[in-house]
């Protein structure tokens, strides 16, 4: 769907209307005064008797005025220039929604396992424990069973975070440090940062030992973060006032609720964005390209349907970018296991099958079809893996 060219037919309307509230108002006005002006005149011959106004002579320069203006006329004008807007506007409309999408419907095959999973996943993630059991002995998917422990677990730290108490945190980050470790996370400095703040409000010397001891590693990788930290202990008294307030926010404790979920579902080797969630925002996206396709390509909708994959190119946000994919800059064709990137000596890449066949089935030397360099053999390309 064109939200733009929707936007701007929108605003077309919309100024149109504008322009003719403005102009009743304006003819409005004009009446208003010259009727004004008539009750002031009638006034005047009422109050002198010797004035040459009489009554006849002022409601006839009124209708004359009316007249002038042509009142009926004008506003006929207006409502027909607003009408005919307003009666085009559902048909506008109707080139931007398309109200039977059931034509780029596409008869796709989908591993049952793997929808099962995605859905129980979705479930447990909103707590939703009794319908996903019920799911889970249906379908039948033994492997879940672990996952479903983990999620378990995982709402049960989150619920004591919401309760202020970070121990069971701690716990699952001393496990997991070292893959923690490896992704580069701030968990760890986080939870002990929490830690610190709520030992320094009862003791601020247990405080200090308990920064040296689990906070100056951090000090090198963290350092403004440490900074404060320490900062924190000239103000013993009244922490609430200092320049490390911002330290005691609620918020703190949302951030690191949500960098645990982030670390959990990475340590499931999953994303915290649900995959069903995902596939619907990516089918929004994409249905207005099939949606046109549908309707511009000469196939019957059994056809349309039996398509195994998109026959057209569908243009997605970066956040839906998981996987690299290469399109050989001269055949078009998608990269696969059967056909993978190739790069040259020179760092321009083709398909496998597209310098399988220049180089004559490996056999002879070629030039890059981009750059011209000369002598390329087949030794010298390697594959991508993506």
């Given amino acids: ?28 006005d004009k009446l208003e005064d010259e009727i004004q002006q008539a009750i002031n005149d009638l006034q005047s011959a009422n109050d002198d008797a010797s004035s040459s106004i009489d009554h006849k002579s002022v409601i006839t320069h009124l209708i004359d005025k009316f007249n002038a203006y042509s009142v009926k006329e004008q506003l006929k004008m207006l409502k027909k220039d607003l009408t005919v807007d307003l009666e085009n506007y559902p048909k506008i409309l109707g080139k931007f929604f398309e109200t039977d999408i059931s034509k780029a419907y596409i008869n ?31 379908s039948q998917e033994p492997d879940m069973f672990r996952v479903r422990s983990k999620y378990s677990e995982m709402h049960e730290i ?69 900074l404060e930290i320490t900062g924190c202990l000239l103000w013993p008294e009244d922490l609430e006032t200092s320049p490390y307030s911002d330290l005691l926010s609620p918020e703190k404790w949302t951030e690191v609720s949500h960098e645990l979920m982030v670390q959990f579902y990475g340590s499931m080797g999953m994303s915290l964005k649900n995959p069903l969630a995902v596939a619907v925002e990516a089918g929004a996206q994409g249905l207005p390209t099939f949606l046109d396709f549908a309707n511009l390509a000469m196939i019957s909708r059994e ?3 039996a398509m195994k994959e998109s026959p057209v190119d569908v243009e997605l946000g970066r956040e839906f970018q998981f996987h690299s994919v290469f399109v050989c800059p001269v055949t078009w ?14 760092g321009h ?14 056999s002879q030397v070629f030039k890059c079809p981009t750059c011209c360099v000369l002598g390329v053999s087949a030794a010298q390309c390697r594959q991508l893996f993506l």
């Fill in 108 to 138: 796709a095959e989908f591993d049952s396992h793997i929808v099962n999973q995605i859905i129980l996943n979705l479930l447990y993630h909103e707590r939703r424990f009794d319908v996903a059991d019920i799911l889970l002995n249906e």
């Fill in 1 to 28: 769907m064109d939200l733009k060219g929707l936007r701007e037919e929108f605003d077309r309307v919309a100024k149109t209307q504008e322009l003719s509230t403005t102009k009743y108002h304006q003819l409005i």
């Fill in 349 to 362: 890449v083709f398909s496998w099958q597209f310098i399988r066949n220049l180089s004559n089935q490996w």
């Fill in 158 to 226: 989150l619920d004591a975070l919401k309760a202020r108490n970070l121990e069971p945190a701690l716990s699952w980050m001393c496990v997991n440090r070292q893959k923690l470790q490896q992704v580069g996370s701030k968990l760890e400095f986080d939870l002990r940062r929490l830690q610190f703040l709520e030992i320094f409000k009862a003791n601020r010397s247990e405080a200090n030992k308990f920064a040296q001891t689990h906070l100056s590693p951090f000090a090198s990788i963290r350092s403004k973060e440490f």
């Fill in 333 to 346: 064709e998608q990269s696969d296991k059967n056909n993978p990137a190739v790069m040259l000596p020179c």
């Fill in 303 to 305: 056809e349309w349907a």
